[in-house]
């Protein structure tokens, strides 16, 4: 064969075999390709052209060429495949591509050769589709990936059901509550996949807000001990109403979280939860048990599948629960029975031997009992000091003791059946005191007494009475059991014995006073007879003389300070009060006790905002503070504090109650503090004695705090000692409030001249000492004043009627003839009701003072007297309106008391308030006849204005009373149709209405309009 032939051969062979590979790939959808891995060109079959959506004659096409057919992707899986085959020879890559049809999965396998006159490896391989074996194996792996779920579900679910059943199991036989709960609690826990579980028992209380942590399950206890207990709030509420299943994905999503103070969520530390299942466990009653609650950091964790599963747990918890509860009660009762049949045995056993046992104890007992009454009755028929009797409940006498028949002088016969009364005065039978001394022990079971009794013979004997009631078992009373004892040797002896107090009390006083007076008198005296003997020398020594006035007028100033320290202590020192601002008064005062307290002691002053005025005198009140200043420095040794605090308060009944003389009401208080030595509690308890000091002798005449006393008291008024050994001592003084401001001006007044007479008006002066009548004239003729004179009071009279210009009478009131100064006034005035009136002693008794206070109009100057103060005082009585009256206001509301005040006021009345019907009846009897009338509202805080009008005219039948209402008084005045001298008025009244009223009484000057 030619080598030509050779060669065609050849060409024919290959083109052969190309095209059984060409038929073969066209078969195989396999295309064959070579790439230069060096340049990247590559060339393939007309088939692989195909696959790519490439022209079949593209030859050694770049890949940046083809990869546009090529998934995004996947292209640099192309690239990786390349480098390694480059490392490794092996070329092997699937990747997907973008047809026509859609995306189609290709595989490129081959092998990198070297080749000769290529620059570098060329991989020779074949591509061809596998898109159809991708396919299946995606629905391969979803078969196989379903299968396996199904299969895990079905595990799960027998799980589940393994784990119901077992718990089904468990429960049933369970009776102790708390594993019962606890293995529910953990079931639920695995079956939900939760990440812990809680069952809260439910105690509802009146709040709907009590719940208990009863187990826990996946975190330790301590997680949640340091939270509150959930309440009802929106997330919580429905499953401890047992109302609904809640179960949520996500809790901090859920619109009915985070509204609820003061967390507004969950507290700061909770466990995190975003999954949240709660399922109510509710008995076969309906009672809702508590719930189980599961939690999940994770979102979206419990399935409807976890929801079904925790309802049916829930379920056989409850009926577990009701079982638990049915077998402890059930238990319970077992224990009980047994305990009594144990106890009926034994008594059974031993109720022979018992009744025996009970028998001989009777039998004791009644001997005893019997013994006792015996003892009892030689007991009660051996007193002979006490009368000791029994009473029925209407008050007869029923049995009768020796002792009784001693004191009384009563045989058992004789007094058997009468009524106990039979021993009372007749002027306690006519007050009902025998029947309100029954009904007081009917109602606290005792009544205690003393007082005067009469024996058979009527003699009387003071005695001290003890009534015990007697009740049954249901508390009915049976009888009374009294005791009367004997008490008038006693009573006599202690009267004694007062009277030997008030005898040494007498003796210390009045040494007292001899003393200090013979220590003035020497002042004055010695430098009278010093006067007396310089007026006789010649030349007179001017100085000398100036000296010896100026002395004996000082132990004379003394002298007078003295005697009212006296009468202040005595309360019988005339005031004359008005309306105070205390705090303007301390301020005035504060420079003044500096000076004079010096400068190692600080003064202060705490002057409460919107202090009440007082009602009290003025000039008295500094002496008061003086005095108080004055015993605080010789208590403070190196340097202190002196603080003056005033305040508004209030005194109520149980305060007063137990205090001395004090009245319930409103106060002002004024208190002295200091921190010195302070009291002991002896020295306090002497401190307002009178002549009482624990200074040393020289050093002060013991007055001072007396004086004080005697003040306060006669202003009606209370004063407390507060002091500590070493810590110091306040002193507080109460002066009563003043409801008017009549005096308000009187504090700006200013100091003018020496003020004297017209020369044309008359005074007359009656006074039975020569001398002070004397001093007297001649002082008023130096004033201005045309003066008659007289010595007694029928001269006075008659000097009267013989000089009807006479204006003013100046009397003293101790006078001799059978007249004193109160009734010639009483006299001169029927006949001269225009004539003014100014009284002058030095010692105020009851003809014109009562209780410590001038009576209503009266004007008075006390001895001795300076001209200055008796030409102010004689100007003031000329240029003023005389006083109708004093009226007690009694009223509780502040604005109609002001507003009645400064009506009455206006008219010249004195007027004090009263804001209770008990705080009126206390200053009627702290003051009896002192009121001209009583202005009582129907409305009262304690009781009504026509009961306490029945009070005050049983107790005083002639007092002129008005009535003021807001109602109607047709019905009133029905009422006290037959009741004398009242008068009502309608509120709200004009100031004319309230003083017509008071004049259609009788109260107040000129007729009524």
Not at 322 to 344: G, K, W
Not at 735 to 744: G, I, Q, V
């Amino acid at each position: 064969m030619t080598e030509n032939s050779k060669n065609s051969e050849l060409h024919r062979q290959v083109r052969a075999s190309e095209e059984r590979l060409r038929l073969g790939e066209t078969a195989g959808g396999i295309a064959t390709f070579e790439l230069d891995l060096t340049t990247g060109n590559w060339n393939w079959s007309a088939q692989a052209a195909g696959v790519f959506g490439f022209a079949a004659d593209n030859k050694g096409v770049g890949l940046d060429h083809w990869q546009k057919a090529i998934f995004f992707d996947d292209a640099p899986k192309i690239t990786t495949a390349m480098e390694a085959a480059a490392q490794s020879g092996e070329f092997y890559v699937e990747f997907r591509i973008t047809a026509a049809g859609g995306l189609r999965w290709i595989v490129a396998r081959g092998e990198s050769t070297s080749t000769h006159g290529a620059a570098g490896p060329v991989v020779r391989g074949a591509i061809y589709d596998i898109t159809e074996r991708k396919t299946l194996e995606a629905r391969l792996l979803a078969l196989n990936e379903t299968l396996e779920a199904r299969v895990l579900e079905a595990r799960e679910e027998s799980h589940a059901l393994d784990t119901l059943n077992g718990i089904g199991i468990a429960v049933a036989a369970e009776h102790d509550l708390q594993r019962l709960v606890q293995m529910v609690t953990d079931a639920g826990v695995e079956l939900t996949h939760a990440g812990f579980g809680a069952f809260f028992y439910n105690i509802i209380d009146e709040k709907g807000e009590a719940y208990t942590l009863y187990t826990l399950s996946g975190v330790p206890r301590e997680a949640f001990e340091k939270f509150p207990m959930p309440r009802n709030t929106a997330i919580f509420e429905p499953t401890f109403r047992g109302t609904a299943t809640m179960r949520s994905a996500d809790i901090l999503a859920d619109p009915r979280y985070g509204h609820n103070p003061p967390y507004n969520g969950m507290p700061k530390g909770h466990l995190p939860v975003r999954s949240y299942l709660a399922v109510p466990v509710t008995s076969r009653s309906g009672e809702v048990l508590g719930g189980l609650f599961f939690g999940h950091s994770q979102p979206g964790v419990f399935t409807a599948r976890a929801e079904r599963l925790i309802t049916g747990l829930a379920a056989h918890a409850a009926v577990a629960i009701d079982n638990a509860r049915l077998h402890a009660a059930s238990q319970r009762e077992i224990a009980a029975r047994s305990v009594v049949e144990e106890e009926l045995q034994r008594l059974n056993q031993t109720l022979e031997r018992r009744i025996e046992e009970r028998a001989a104890e009777l039998a004791t007992s009644t001997a005893k009992l019997e013994d006792t009454e015996r003892r009892f009755k030689l007991l009660v028929e051996g007193v002979t000091d006490y009368a000791i009797f029994m009473l029925d409940p209407d008050g007869h006498i029923v049995n009768w003791n020796p002792g009784a028949e001693r004191t009384k002088g009563y045989k058992r016969e004789e007094i058997l059946g009468r009524h106990f009364s039979t021993f009372y005065t007749e002027e306690d039978k006519a007050a009902g005191i025998p029947a309100k001394a029954l009904t007081i022990a009917a109602q606290t079971s005792k009544f205690e007494a003393e007082g005067w009794r009469v024996r058979k013979d009527e003699s009387r004997f003071w005695a001290s009475v003890v009534i015990n009631a007697i009740r049954d078992a249901e508390g009915e009373i049976v009888g009374f059991a009294k005791i009367t004892r004997d008490l008038t040797e006693r009573r006599a002896a202690d009267d004694r014995a007062k009277q030997t107090q008030k005898m040494e009390a007498v003796g210390q006083l009045t040494g007292g006073v001899a003393h200090d007076f013979n220590n003035l008198l020497t002042i004055i005296i010695g430098n009278l007879e010093t006067l007396q003997r310089s007026l006789g020398a010649a030349p007179l020594d001017a100085d000398r003389l100036r000296r010896s006035v100026t002395n004996a007028m000082t132990g004379a100033r003394r002298a007078e300070t003295l005697t009212q320290r006296l009468l202040a202590f005595s309360r019988q020192q005339p005031l004359e009060p008005k309306s105070l601002d205390i705090g303007r008064l301390v301020t005035g005062m504060t420079d003044m006790l500096r000076r004079t307290l010096g400068e190692h002691i600080t003064v202060e002053t705490i002057l409460g905002g919107g202090v009440w005025r007082a009602h009290a005198d003025p000039n008295q009140l500094e002496l008061a503070i003086i005095n108080l200043a004055v015993n605080a420095r010789d208590a403070i040794s190196n340097g202190g504090r002196l603080t003056l605090e005033t305040a508004n308060v209030h005194l109520d009944e149980r305060y007063a109650i137990g205090q001395i003389e004090v009245v319930p009401g409103q106060y002002v208080m004024l208190a002295i503090t200091d921190n010195g030595s302070g009291m002991t509690p002896e020295v306090k308890a002497k401190a307002f004695d009178p002549f009482f000091t624990t200074k040393d002798v020289g050093h002060g005449t013991g007055l001072g705090l007396s004086q004080v006393y005697g003040f306060v008291k006669q202003s009606r008024g209370h004063v407390k000692i507060y002091s500590e050994v070493g810590e110091g001592t306040t002193i507080k003084l109460y002066l009563p409030r003043a409801h008017s401001t009549a005096s308000l001006n009187d504090e700006d007044a200013e100091v003018q001249s020496l003020p004297r007479g017209s020369g044309a008006e008359t005074v007359l002066v009656v006074e039975d000492d020569a001398d002070v009548r004397n001093y007297t004239c001649d002082t008023l003729r130096d004033l201005g004043y045309v003066v008659l004179e007289a010595e007694n009071g029928r001269r006075g009279l008659a000097l009267l009627e013989a000089n009807p210009q006479t204006k003013v009478l100046f009397t003293d009131v101790g006078l001799p003839g059978g007249m004193n100064g109160r009734q010639l006034a009483d006299e001169a005035r029927r006949r001269r009701p225009d004539l003014k009136v100014l009284f002058t002693t030095g010692y105020a008794r009851n003809a014109i003072v009562h209780d410590g206070r001038l009576d209503p109009g009266v004007e008075l100057i006390t001895k001795p007297f300076s001209q200055a103060a008796l030409a102010a005082k004689l100007r003031d009585i000329l240029d003023a309106r005389r006083e109708p009256g004093r009226v007690l206001l009694v009223e509780d509301e502040p604005l109609i008391q002001m507003l009645a005040t400064e009506y009455l006021e206006e008219a010249n009345f004195q007027v004090d308030v009263a804001g209770s019907a008990a705080e009126a009846i206390n200053k009627l009897g702290l003051v009896p006849g002192s009121y001209d009338a009583v202005i009582i509202d129907v409305g009262l805080p304690d009781r009504k204005g026509d009961t306490l009008i029945h009070e005050m005219k049983a107790i005083y039948p002639h007092l002129p009373i008005v009535l003021a209402t807001g109602h109607n008084t047709r019905d009133l005045r029905a009422k006290f149709n037959e009741q004398n001298g009242l008068a009502f008025v309608n509120k709200p009244f004009a100031a004319q209405e309230l003083l017509n009223a008071l004049r259609s009484l009788g109260v107040g000057h000129g007729p009524s309009v």
